[in-house]
């Protein structure tokens, strides 16, 4: 059950504007997934299951290696060929079928159009996504956010772990939870979710691990009250009224995501 936690006797909002501010301020812009193509962003969201970025990375070198980057080329891909690209991501079967499903599904539903596909209502495009095979929440919310730039937050395994141990919302929360509580009480926007989701993954990948949290040296740390239920340094200045999230502007560079852990 999700919980309606409010650290320093604040609403929730407000309190992950707080979060939001500090860890751009400390770890900055993340600059994730300007791929050269919304193709690329698209299968380095389902290459990425179950594995580092960095198998799914070489997956994907792979397929710009045998030219299956491009729609049309891809269409064509045998389900021998692909597998044999998408091998290095792991659960390689499973992927280039999910892959072939996708790109075949896409030319039937929508002539092959991503443009097509993003333009319709939010909601449809996910429940589309849903639909077919290989695809969960996680990775149709990564394809409608980075790809499409829908506002459907990533509440993916490291931005719940640091939500629960900051008490916001439950361990037991599952995925759909923990995105209810981020869209209820963040504004819907593509760019701030795409750059909060990037933020609390280095967060989680630094100090809030699976085993065990690390937070002495946190950005967040300064937020946690101790076990006998003493408050943070009052040496942060994050306390201090805003008028609101204020998404950095994306930086240009090369693709960088997170994969599992």
């Excluded at 499409?148 to 439950?170: C, E, M, N, W």
Aim: contains cysteine.
């Amino acid at each position: 059950m999700q919980r309606t936690a409010q650290p320093f006797e604040v609403e929730p909002g407000e309190v992950l504007e707080k979060y939001y501010e500090v860890l751009l301020r400390q770890f900055g812009p993340q600059g994730w997934w300007p791929a050269r193509t919304r193709l690329e962003v698209i299968l380095g969201a389902i290459l990425t299951q179950n594995t580092t970025w960095r198998n799914a990375a070489l997956a994907i070198a792979r397929l710009r290696q045998a030219g299956f980057l491009r729609g049309s080329r891809l269409r064509r891909a045998s389900i021998a060929d692909l597998e044999a690209c998408v091998r290095p991501a792991g659960y390689y079967r499973q992927k280039a079928r999910t892959i072939q499903t996708f790109v075949r599904w896409l030319e039937g539903f929508h002539r092959g159009s991503l443009d097509a596909l993003f333009a319709q209502p939010p909601e449809v495009a996910r429940s589309q996504l849903l639909a077919l095979r290989g695809l969960g929440p996680e990775t149709a919310d990564a394809i409608l956010l980075y790809a499409g730039k829908q506002p459907f937050f990533v509440a993916d395994a490291y931005t719940r772990r640091v939500l629960a141990r900051h008490d916001l919302i439950s361990s037991e929360d599952g995925y759909l939870a923990a995105q209810r509580f981020l869209h209820q009480h963040l504004p819907a926007d593509e760019a701030l979710f795409n750059e909060f989701h990037a933020l609390l993954v280095e967060t989680g990948k630094r100090h809030c691990k699976r085993q065990a949290a690390e937070c002495q040296g946190c950005p967040l740390e300064v937020f946690l009250a101790d076990r006998k239920g003493t408050q943070p340094s009052r040496r942060s200045n994050v306390f201090r009224p805003r008028s609101g999230f204020r998404p950095h502007p994306r930086r240009e560079g090369g693709v960088k995501a997170h994969g599992s852990e």
